[in-house]
């Protein structure tokens, strides 16, 4: 047996990520994983229902807008901002543009991809006005 | 030089959450928010979107918004589970990725019968 005793700090396995905000902001954008997952298989119901005919596309649309359903589509869409605003922040790290001897600014970049998603966004929503 | 398996959920979550992170904000206010608020009537009816959905390139567009969205989600929600302390990875790998796999299939076959 070992007489060597090593410090081991106590550390939760379940909220070590309490401890720090930067944990915490960790953790807040990979639980957008279970709202992305969650509404991932709502569009599969739905294409389902859609295929099925009018009066099950009719159910699919009044479970979107029950009480409960909103309430978890509200949280949904936080989350899903909170996905996109940090992938966002991300990209200059896993993306590296070279122009000559030069990088370009990782502040560009990111403006670049919120310059896009604006004009998808606006896009979208123009489309599913007009229909 | 060693090969590693790891290419391959890491590029479709790379892919998958690009892709997440531009569509989904909108696409779920079109879907989810705007409806109780009475917006969208129209082309939220059974014609418009049956129409609109039968077209082949919409139908590839959400395929792949489903599917890579799918398998992004299902690797984070694998890392998700170490973070809150369950140790199992093997099992919760098949988990994840199982249903990412039959959700996939799904979505193909929805998309089909349509």
Known sequence: ?131 | MARSAKAVPWFLFAAGGTITAFVLPVMLFVTNIAPPLGLFGEALSWETMYGFVSNWLVKLVLFGIIGFGLWHAAHRLRVCAHDFGIRADTAVAYVVYGLAGIGTLATIWALLSI
Do not use: N
């Not at chain 1, 081991?8 to 992305?36: D, G, I, P, Q």
């Not at chain 1, 159910?59 to 901002?81: C, E, G, R, T, Y």
């Not at chain 1, 790290?93 to 070279?98: D, E």
């Open chain 1, 1 to 131: 047996m070992s007489a060597r005793k090593p410090y081991v700090r106590k550390m939760s396995k379940t909220s070590w990520f309490l401890t720090h905000a930067r944990f915490k902001s960790y953790m807040l954008h990979e639980v957008s994983s279970v709202f992305v997952a969650l509404y991932m298989w709502l569009l599969i119901d739905g294409l389902f229902r859609l295929a099925k005919g009018p009066e099950a596309w009719e159910a699919w649309l009044s479970f979107i807008k029950h009480p409960l359903v909103v309430i978890l589509s509200l949280i949904a869409f936080a989350f899903f901002i909170i996905h996109t605003t940090s992938w966002f922040k991300a990209v200059p790290q896993a993306m590296r543009i070279q122009t000559g001897e030069h990088f370009v600014d990782g502040k560009l970049i990111v403006g670049g991809h919120y310059v896009a998603l604006g004009i998808f966004s606006l896009f979208v929503l123009i489309l599913a006005g007009v229909a």
